[in-house]
Nanobody, 130 residues
């Protein structure tokens, strides 16, 4: 069983930064796990933002966050992070981390699709004010 718990959300002014954390507990630590970050704003569909492969090097970013958000991991602690900078009011949403296993690495860093991820955290609210 995989359990994911996000933290680090809050309120920030436009232009500010936040770092989200995702604590993961795995029943089995696979060598090919893929972690993703998503968000959902009120009235909108869930949006895939970023992924990071188990090697820690291969990542994917959606155009909407590329250059502003950075995904990273500390596998020794089973922690994943989303560093968010230059935040905008339109970044306001509930942010989720998610996990999946992949048989082929590029399946992780080619895109972030909600349907591909099996395990989800409960979400953490991020509010950016202008």
């Amino acid at each position: 069983q995989v359990r994911l718990v996000e933290s680090g959300g809050g309120s920030v002014q436009a232009g500010g930064s936040l770092r989200l954390s995702c604590a993961a507990s795995f029943g089995y630590i696979g060598r090919r796990n893929c972690m993703g970050w998503f968000r959902q704003a009120p009235g909108k569909e869930r949006e895939g933002l970023a992924t990071i492969f188990t090697d820690g090097h291969n990542t994917y970013y959606a155009d909407s966050v590329k250059g502003r958000f950075t995904v990273s991991q500390d596998t020794a602690k089973n922690m994943w992070y989303l560093q968010m900078s230059s935040l905008k009011p339109e970044d306001t949403a509930v942010y989720y981390c998610a996990a999946r296993w992949v048989n082929w690495g590029p399946n992780c860093w080619s895109q972030a699709r909600e349907i591909d991820f099996s395990y989800w955290g409960q979400g953490t609210q991020v509010t950016v004010s202008s």
